[in-house]
């Protein structure tokens, strides 16, 4: 069946620009999960959402981001006046469940360079 | 998430069994075993989880030890499409649960 989709795949964007990344997830998966990896570095959490619940944001690192996900289905991830230090692989996963016995499902990322 | 302990690389030929180990001394009672890998330039990939008991799926099977403390991946014939980092991670069962990556186990894998 099909998987996490993300788009764009690659995004080139120069220094206070605005950018929107976009997820589907796998048809069905209530929870929703935004990382982003750096360049070998590990996964670092952004937000959660968990069915119509309110998001958790703890990961958010500033205020430039936000995340909206409507209708349980597809998330937005936003970032507005980019910094070269948001340059990363911004990676979108969901799952069946929320807790520790469901797995999460990957989809490839977007790689975002800030020029 | 506790912490865990995984060799930084590991060889295999093609079409051999893998057995990826990994040390989880300080794991409580109610953590799940997961294991991910991440091939070059894509989104980590589940490969497998359990609690206690041995689990096998059409990817890999998990061996856990009696006491816990430790797990096994094995790959039972590993082809080139399993060079990768592959990730060990203890999961806490309280409320949602994030995935933290360490540095994994990077399988190379030979013709």
């Known amino acids: 069946g099909a998987g996490v989709s993300q788009s764009p795949s690659n995004k080139v964007t120069e220094k206070g620009k605005d950018v929107e990344l976009r997820c589907d997830p796998i048809?069905?998966?209530?929870?929703l999960y935004w990382y982003r990896q750096s360049l070998g570095q590990g996964l670092e959490f952004l937000i959660y959402?968990?069915?119509?619940?309110?998001?958790?944001k703890s990961g958010l690192p500033s205020d430039r981001f936000s995340a909206e996900r409507t209708g349980g289905s597809v998330s937005t991830l936003t970032i507005q006046r980019t910094q070269q230090e948001d340059s990363a692989v911004y990676l979108c996963?969901?799952?069946?469940?929320?807790?520790?016995?469901?797995?999460?499902?990957f989809g490839d990322g977007t790689r975002l360079s800030i020029l | 998430d506790a912490k865990t302990t995984q060799p930084n690389s590991m060889e295999s030929n093609e079409e051999e069994p893998v057995h990826l180990p990994c040390n989880h001394s300080?794991?409580?009672?109610?953590?799940?075993i997961h294991w991910y890998r991440q091939l070059p330039s894509q989104g980590p990939e589940y490969v497998i989880h359990g609690l206690t008991s041995n689990v096998n799926n059409r990817m890999a099977s998990l061996a856990i030890a009696e006491d816990r403390k430790s797990s096994t991946l094995i790959l039972h014939r590993a082809t080139l499409r399993d060079a990768a980092v592959y990730y060990c991670?203890?999961?806490?069962?309280?409320?949602?649960?994030?995935?933290?990556f360490g540095k994994g186990t990077m399988l190379l894998v030979s013709p």
């Open positions: 048809s069905g998966h209530t929870a």
């Open positions: 991670i203890l999961r806490e069962n309280s409320g949602y649960s994030t995935l933290t």
């Open positions: 300080t794991i409580s009672g109610t953590d799940y």
């Open positions: 959402f968990q069915g119509n619940s309110a998001p958790d």
């Open positions: 996963a969901s799952s069946p469940g929320r807790g520790p016995g469901w797995p999460q499902h």
